[in-house]
T-cell receptor
Framework: KNEVEQSPQNLTAQEGEFITINCSYS?????LHWLQQHPGGGIVSLFM???GKKKHGRLIATINIQEKHSSLHITASHPRDSAVYIC????????????FGTGTRLTIIP | DVKVTQSSRYLVKRTGEKVFLECVQD?????MFWYRQDPGLGLRLIYF???????EKGDIPEGYSVSREKKERFSLILESASTNQTSMYLC??????????????FGPGTRLTVL
């Protein structure tokens, strides 16, 4: 069964701390996505990766294809970063479906 | 600005009622999806449509049906609502795979409670 696992499930940190959220998957993928969900439900796409590293502002996403692992980093964390972060993968190129991790709930305390 | 809208943010229905959840996208996307999201389980795919009048079952289609009569609109139907269908329902859309590598655009969600 194709699976996606995230860790930790919950993370609480002080404002300014460096944050790392991890995602591992069971078999080869065509692409990996990091998504953000704020309280109230709306989900936005942060990154889409098939190799290497991407950076957007204080957010950095990396992927190691050989180890089947991705990390999302947040530098200089801020209370507005508090959200659920979700990893999702597409296992087959030509298959439009995504398989989602269960999410990491991040809380940044001022 | 791209947009996926859902007909209701909150909905309360009674057991046995027929429930319609509507989703509209203004991006001319081919693919549309219905998910439900439950604590500890993540997003699970209910149904998927890749074209008008075309649909595919997802991982948990039991108790649900869908309709896609127009490209921009994808409806989820609960024929006879049950309490175990209380959940957050999220609609998403995406353009053709070759363009997007599966990037999906999500609606705000409908929190459905079945009493």
């Amino acid at each position: 069964k194709n699976e996606v696992e995230q860790s930790p499930q919950n993370l609480t940190a002080q404002e300014g701390e460096f944050i790392t959220i991890n995602c591992s998957y069971s078999v080869g993928i065509s692409a990996l996505h990091w998504l953000q969900q704020h309280p109230g439900g709306g989900i936005v796409s942060l990154f889409m990766l098939s190799s290497g590293k991407k950076k957007h502002g204080r957010l950095i996403a990396t992927i190691n294809i050989q180890e089947k692992h991705s990390s999302l980093h947040i530098t200089a964390s801020h209370p507005r970063d508090s959200a659920v972060y979700i990893c999702a993968v597409s296992f087959d190129f030509g298959n439009e479906k995504l398989t989602f991790g269960t999410g990491t709930r991040l809380t940044i305390i001022p | 600005d791209v947009k996926v809208t859902q007909s209701s943010r909150y909905l309360v229905k009674r057991t046995g009622e027929k429930v319609f959840l509507e989703c509209v996208q203004d991006m001319d996307h081919e693919n549309m999806f219905w998910y439900r999201q439950d604590p500890g389980l993540g997003l699970r795919l209910i149904y998927f449509s890749y074209d008008v009048k075309m649909k595919e079952k997802g991982d948990i289609p039991e108790g649900y049906s869908v309709s896609r009569e127009k490209k921009e609109r994808f409806s989820l139907i609960l024929e006879s609502a049950s309490t175990n269908q209380t959940s957050m329902y999220l609609c998403a859309s995406s353009p053709l795979l070759a363009v997007s590598y599966n990037e999906q655009f999500f609606g705000p969600g409908t929190r459905l409670t079945v009493l």
